[in-house]
Structure formats: structure tokens, C-alpha cells
């Protein structure tokens, strides 16, 4: 953004922005110079558009040029931000968890459906707290245990269950994946790492170069995590409890088989609204 004679308005701010983004070569130029500039200027995104002739201030301009400058190295909107949206909840988010993305919705909205009035559920890799807090919102009389390796993504979601009122009904537990709290769970959800550890390098910069690689890793053959929770499944579900799991591209055979081979019944996959397999769901015996 070059000093000149002419006024910074909003309107040209926002124009200036988008092409700088866009020599960048970032994915959505104009939504992301919208969201940093409104958050900047403490408004709604609707807000910018009755404010197009409204000029910043030199400490605003100051402000919206850190911001600008921090999204040019590819650092996402969601961690200059410092929040995200998931499920209409507004989530505190930083480089300790995964952005939560609008695919994840599709588990949520499959373990509401298999839930049933009260419902004990384990959520695994529990990150920013999205796919429990999600849940907690809908069902009032479940009860929810969320599980994580990283201390600072706990703390994060602990922080966000407050923020939503809901930290009276989940149970935070700071532990590994290969080794799941007891229960018995009615549902073990989870979206786990799932990233081949050759593909890592080849995603794009916003994830590889930001977010938490821990979260990402799936292993040799980004299955590791799916091994992990299918061999511990029936032993931490109640009788038909069902575990469901986001899944990559491509990944339902064989993880379909995996669940399978350790003895879960009725195994099935759902796909997402771009039509990709993305939920596995297994159900122990009754």
C-alpha cells in the first residue's frame, strides 16, 4: 500500500488489496482484504459496504498493513484473525490447532444422526474444540469427553467451551490417540491426521508453512491414526455404539476395511457436499 495524495478509503483499500492478493497468486484475493480490513475496522463484512467512502484512519491504515502483510507470506486469515467459524460458532483459533473447515460439518451432522437421547460421546483430537462444541450446542443432554495430545490446543478449546458456555458438560483429558480414555462411549468421533507423510511437502503453503503438523501426519500411508482408533473401537464403545471419523480423498476403502477387519458392523461412508466420500462409520456389536 504506497502513500500518494489520493484518500485511503475503504472502497480503495479494499480494491488495492485484492490486486496485491492476486499478484500473490492467494485463492480468494477479494474475500480475504474483506474480512482482515472489517475485522480491522471492528464491522461486519456488510458494514464495509455502507463505509465505501469512508476514509481510514493513519492508525487504522497502520493496523490493515500488518494484517496485509502477514496474509502475503501465506499466513491464513483464520490465525492473523486469531478466530474461525464452524457450525455458526465463533472459535478461537490459533497455530496450535487445525483450522476447522466446512467439510468437518458432515461428521457432525452424521453423529447427530446416530446419537440417540442421551448420548456419551468421545471426541478425538478434540483441536480447537469444533466437532464437541458443535455437537454440545445441538444436543443439551449428551455428556462429551474431548481428547487431545497438544496442552495449547486443550487450553484453546477450554477456552472456546467458555466462550459458548458449554465447559460445565465436557470433560477435557490430555492424552494420546493410541491410548483412549475407558468410557463406554454411545459415539467416538474424530478427525484425525490424515495427510500421507510424502504428500506433506506438496500442500498448500497456507497448511503446510502454518498450521500444526502434528494434526496433519497420518504416517507413511496416512492411515496410522485409523489403525489406532479401529483397534481400541469396540473395547471403548457401548454395545452399537458407532465410531465415525473425517476421512481424505480416496481414503474410504481402505479404511472401510480397516474398520471391518477389527469387528465393526454396518461400516459405511458419506459423502460431502462437493460429493467426495468424506465420514466412515462402524458400530460395535450388540
Given amino acids: 500500500m504506497v502513500e500518494g495524495d489520493e484518500t485511503w478509503t475503504v472502497l480503495r483499500v479494499l480494491r488495492w488489496t485484492a490486486g496485491y492478493f492476486r499478484e500473490r497468486g ?41 494484517r496485509v502483510a502477514r496474509r502475503a507470506k501465506n499466513e491464513p486469515v483464520a490465525y492473523i484473525l486469531g478466530k474461525a467459524e464452524f457450525w455458526s460458532l465463533s472459535l478461537n483459533v490459533s497455530p496450535a490447532v487445525l483450522i476447522p473447515r466446512p467439510d468437518t460439518e458432515v461428521l457432525v451432522e452424521e453423529a447427530l444422526a446416530r446419537g440417540g437421547k442421551r448420548t456419551r460421546v468421545l471426541d478425538v483430537g478434540t483441536g480447537s474444540g469444533a466437532i464437541v462444541l458443535a455437537l454440545a450446542s445441538e444436543r443439551p443432554d449428551w455428556s462429551f469427553t474431548a481428547l487431545d495430545l497438544s496442552q495449547e490446543a486443550l487450553q484453546i478449546a477450554r477456552e472456546n467451551a467458555q466462550r459458548h458456555e458449554m465447559d460445565g458438560r465436557i470433560s477435557f483429558v490430555h492424552g494420546d490417540l493410541a491410548h483412549l480414555p475407558e468410557g463406554p462411549f454411545e459415539l467416538i468421533v474424530a478427525n484425525p491426521p490424515y495427510v500421507p507423510r510424502g504428500e506433506l511437502a506438496g500442500l498448500m ?32 464403545l457401548a454395545p452399537g455404539g458407532c465410531l465415525l471419523v473425517e476421512i481424505g480423498a480416496g481414503q474410504q476403502d481402505d479404511v472401510r476395511h480397516l474398520f471391518q477387519t477389527a469387528g465393526l458392523l454396518d461400516v459405511a461412508t458419506r459423502t460431502d457436499y462437493a460429493g467426495i466420500e468424506r465420514v466412515v462409520g462402524g458400530c460395535a456389536p450388540l
Avoid at 485463492?27 to 482482515?36: G, V
Avoid at 461486519?44 to 491504515?61: A, F, I, S, W
Avoid at 502454518?210 to 491414526?225: K, T, V
Wanted: net charge negative; hydrophobic share 40%; proline share 4%.
Fill in 205 to 236: 503453503a497456507d497448511v503446510r508453512d502454518h498450521e500444526p503438523m502434528q494434526a496433519l501426519d497420518g504416517g507413511e500411508d496416512g492411515l496410522e491414526a485409523y489403525r489406532a482408533l479401529a483397534a481400541q473401537a469396540i473395547s471403548r
Fill in 26 to 66: 492467494l485463492d480468494s484475493p477479494r474475500l480475504d482484504a474483506e474480512l482482515l480490513l472489517a475485522d480491522t475496522l471492528g464491522v461486519d463484512r456488510v458494514g464495509l459496504y455502507l463505509r465505501y467512502d469512508q476514509p481510514l484512519t493513519d492508525e487504522e491504515l497502520a493496523s490493515y498493513r500488518r
